[in-house]
């Protein structure tokens, strides 16, 4: 593996595609300092880089046309330098303590012995779509595929915690990986969950995606999956858990990944949050995946309209579309339910009659009620986007 | 001739077989990146900091910034993620950012 990966038609594709995304996005793509390369790392395909150490990998947006989002697709996203890239599943043990009746240190086939849980759940990156933000933020420059719908098998954590038996005066259960600062004065990624809930039913210690074991980028040999909930607390190859009758005071939580405490986790742009809480429900999203960006369409020929909708774990009530910029909304056909964490697939068939510019807009609705802003909801760290997104397409 | 380079075949795929099953350990080895910063007074300096926590797709990935937003990450890196930059140094970065990846502002 080494740098001739990175093909220069590759490159030229994705650079391309940016300018697209930029010109429908409103702003020049001279604004964009940095052109998208492709790279592949191991056991993943051309997946866009964003960064090589730590790794962060976002999917090409046309994988989404799919259900399933295939295990070598899935986007990438590591935060400190030292990520894992050997384990020796005989070695490999997952240690529980702190607060517990017992010590735990299992190994892969023990947590096998547990009940096996499967479902399908959106894992998608709290940064989704950060470089869209206006003002623009810092931090790892998303478009929209840190996000992606796969199929998770493992163990209830709840069955774990309650094997090792929570103590009386629980508050917190922290979750640490096998990743490893560069220095020791760079704080190690460890999350936390407040117990309640850790110990939701849905919660699991997965080892398959799809059927096969993680991939090493997505957190082999096993990792936390917080179904509706954003992926930083989705703790790749998990090495301890352990269970707090203090709060969590790591860096992890207590400063990084947090959001306004206002009730549209959003302030004013450009301005900063009076107080603020960790980040956690996904909020309601959807996307138009095809035709993309730009695309040309054919006048008077049939186009169905196909995109993906999900909530923080809450499914989708229905989705409404519109080709016309948002003068008029139409209702859409939902795909297969796949449960309340997948994501929904919807469809519109579309004839345009008439040739020019259009402006198609998709806009989701959960079962709660919660839906989409038209307007971008701004705060610092380019957390929560999920506004109703604008694809331009042409008829000719 | 033919069965030998068969018979050659079937003991290749054998012994690989057989060489998975004794690794016990899964490994993964990341391609070498190489990321050129905008050439410009600071930049050796820049690239010699940084560089020991992350790759210089950080900088490179991000939206031009005013002075002002670079000055913020600068600290944050140093006093929020443990990066041992000298005072002096961070200036250096910090004019070198906000030349090279600045608004101007």
């Not at chain 1, 020049?28 to 052109?35: F, G, I, Q, T, V």
């Not at chain 1, 892969?108 to 096996?116: A, G, P, R, S, V």
């Amino acid at each position: 593996m080494g740098p001739a990966n990175f093909s220069r038609r590759n490159f030229l594709k994705a650079a391309g595609a940016v300018s697209a995304m930029a010109a429908v996005h409103g702003f020049p793509a001279e604004l964009l300092a940095y052109e998208r390369r492709m790279a592949r790392f191991p056991e993943k395909t051309d997946l866009i880089l964003l960064t090589s150490r730590p790794p962060q990998l976002e999917t090409p947006l046309s994988y989404f046309k799919e259900m399933i989002t295939p295990n070598e697709a899935l986007f990438v996203r590591w935060h400190i330098a030292n990520v894992p890239t050997s384990v020796d599943v005989n070695e490999w043990r997952l240690k529980v303590g702190g607060n517990t009746e017992k010590e735990l240190a299992l190994s892969i086939d023990d947590l096998k012995k547990f009940e096996k849980v499967t479902f399908t759940a959106v894992i998608q990156c709290s940064g989704n779509g950060r470089s869209l933000f206006e003002p623009r933020v810092a931090g790892g420059q998303w478009k929209d595929g840190a996000m992606g719908n796969v199929t998770w098998t493992g163990a209830r954590l709840k069955d774990v915690l309650n094997s090792a038996g929570l103590k009386t005066g629980t508050v917190d259960v922290s979750f640490n990986g096998l990743d490893k600062p560069p220095l020791p004065t760079v704080p190690d990624f460890v999350k936390s969950l407040p117990v309640d809930n850790a110990l939701e039913e849905d919660i699991i210690v997965a080892y398959e995606m799809n059927g096969k074991p993680l991939t090493m980028l997505n957190g082999f040999p096993a990792r936390l999956i917080v179904p509706g909930w954003y992926a930083t607390y989705w703790v790749k190859s998990l090495s301890d858990i352990t269970v707090l009758s203090k709060p969590f005071e790591g860096f992890w939580v207590k400063s990084a990944y947090r959001i306004p405490d206002t009730d549209c986790g959003c302030v004013p742009p450009g301005t900063s949050p009076k107080k603020t809480i960790p980040i956690n429900r996904m909020t309601t999203r959807s996307l138009i995946i095809d035709p993309s960006a730009s695309s040309e369409l054919t006048l008077n020929k049939p186009a169905t309209i196909m995109g993906v909708a999900f909530s923080g774990g809450r499914g989708i009530q229905d989705v409404i579309v519109s080709v016309d910029g948002g003068k008029r909304w139409e209702e859409t056909r939902l795909g297969e339910d796949e449960g309340k964490y997948s994501w929904r697939q919807f469809f519109y068939e579309w004839r345009p009659t008439k040739p020019g510019k259009y402006t198609l807009m998709a806009r989701a609705t959960d079962t709660i009620g919660e839906s989409q802003p038209y307007e971008g909801l701004w705060n610092p760290a380019g957390f929560l986007r999920n506004k109703v997104e604008k694809t331009e397409v042409i008829v000719k | 001739m033919k069965k030998f380079i068969i018979l050659l075949i079937i003991l290749t795929i054998a012994g690989f077989a057989y060489a998975q099953s004794k690794e016990a350990a899964h490994s993964i080895v990341l391609p070498a990146v190489k990321t050129d910063l905008a050439a410009g007074e600071g930049m050796d300096t820049t690239e010699k900091y940084c560089s020991i926590c992350h790759s210089l797709d950080y900088i490179t990935m991000q939206p031009k910034f005013p002075k002002a937003t670079w000055t913020v990450e600068v600290n944050k890196m140093i006093k929020v993620m443990g990066a041992p930059i000298p005072e002096a140094d961070a200036k250096v970065i910090i004019d070198y950012l906000a030349a090279q990846y600045g608004t101007g502002g």
